[in-house]
């Protein structure tokens, strides 16, 4: 008998390696030559990862990315795959303008792909599948208590958390026997945990001096805090004082709404965040490269190839002048380059002649963030929603 369960086990390990399946986990691995018949001509969610063995954060989420295998491999409408986008996948890797590695993607048939925008975590990855392909897992027991993302601040950990972040912060000064910071509590609790919950990690941090708990004699001596509540604006990167070459912040003096405050925390930190959470119609945009979209493409259709050309070189113009000393001229804080790529896509694909391409693309994300919002991750929602804000400055006339 255990000549047979040798022969049998050995079997199976050969059948899996050939089909590119590994049983334990349940991740697929395709190449180039099977990517369309295993991916795009499935009717199955698929999600992909693209990896390189040489990639260190690909190696780290190897491990995780087979658990999540596992949990899905008994979902027949879902399938978890990865491919070598460096050595049998790279016409794939090219194909869908892979510029980095690890990217994740979902691909439903001949749509355009999802990319994964969260953290590459397990429950991360598994909350964006069951969003996306409508599935659900069975909950796990237990839930996690209510945990605020307002920083708490006091004279021992300001500069530390402040003046040596990169991000901008904007801080409550507050006392316990305020009644108007007792009002405000809520609201800021909305702007750190609701409205601007997406921003925290790389755009914005939102603190509270709480002066009656919290040593703070001295961060208000500074800057001349006399009454409650009061609200700063700390920029890192804000223009010096022509006095003394000092950063100062800048004092909130409207009302304390959460329309006001968002407003401000808008204009100061280059954000696009509505009362909601969600993005306005400027998130993910670049106004310099509107302009010239608007200048150059929304022409006769005998000019727009030519024209299309010319966008490219600007897009590129651009991305130069973006690292210069001069880039302040053509370039704001509320200018999101991190979606210059995108821009250079679309104009690739006005080049190419898939015109059609703009408004079907429009249609479908628009229908997905509007009828699915709530089923999909927050950061999904809004790389959806700059896409769809960028394609409309390709479509209006």
């Not at 493409?297 to 966008?311: C, G, M, P, R």
């Not at 973006?322 to 210059?340: E, G, P």
Request: hydrophobic fraction near 35%; include cysteine.
């Amino acid at each position: 008998m255990k000549v047979y369960s040798v022969i049998i086990s050995t079997f199976l390990l050969v059948a899996g390696t050939l089909a590119g399946f590994s049983a334990d986990s349940g991740v697929i691995q395709v190449n180039d030559k099977n990517f369309d018949d295993i991916v795009v001509n499935s009717d199955k969610w698929s999600l992909v990862d693209y990896y390189a063995d040489w990639c260190r954060h690909c190696q780290s989420l190897h491990p995780i990315y087979d658990q999540l295998g596992a949990l899905f491999k008994d979902e027949d409408t879902v399938q978890i795959l990865r491919i070598n986008g460096d050595k049998d996948g790279r016409k794939t890797t090219r194909k869908y303008e892979v510029d980095g590695f690890p990217m994740v993607q979902m691909y439903h048939g001949k749509d355009e792909p999802i990319t994964f925008e969260g953290s590459r975590d397990l429950q991360s990855l598994s909350n964006f599948v069951q969003s996306v392909a409508n599935v659900r897992l069975p909950v796990s027991q237990g839930s996690e208590d209510y945990v605020s993302d307002v920083v708490q601040l006091n004279d021992l950990n300001f500069q530390e958390k402040v003046f040596s972040n990169t991000k901008p912060t904007i801080v409550a000064f507050t006392a316990s026997w305020c009644g108007h910071c007792v009002k405000l509590s809520p609201t800021w609790e909305k702007l750190a945990n609701r409205v601007y919950a997406n921003d925290l990690e790389t755009s914005l941090q939102i603190g509270e001096v709480k002066t009656t708990e919290e040593p703070s004699e001295k961060l208000m001596e500074q800057f001349g805090v006399k009454g409650f509540p009061t609200i700063l604006f700390f920029d890192p990167l804000g223009p010096p004082s022509k006095e003394d070459g000092l950063r100062r912040p800048v004092q909130y003096s409207g009302d304390r709404s959460l329309e006001s405050l968002i407003e401000f925390i808008n204009e100061n930190a280059g954000l696009h965040r509505t009362t909601t959470g969600q993005l306005s119609s400027n998130g993910g945009t670049v106004q310099k490269l509107n302009t010239l979209i608007n200048e150059k493409l929304h022409q006769s259709e005998e000019a727009s190839l030519s024209s299309a050309i010319s966008l490219l070189k600007d897009i590129d113009e651009l991305v130069k002048v973006s690292s210069s000393s001069f880039a302040s001229q053509y370039i704001s804080k509320a200018d999101d380059l991190s979606m210059v790529p995108y821009y250079k896509k679309l104009v690739n694909k006005i080049i190419n002649g898939e015109d059609e391409f703009f408004k079907k693309e429009h249609a479908r994300l628009t229908k997905i963030v509007t009828t699915n919002s709530r089923n999909l991750q927050e950061k999904t929602v809004d790389s959806m929603q700059k896409r769809i804000n960028i394609l409309k400055s390709f479509i209006d006339n």
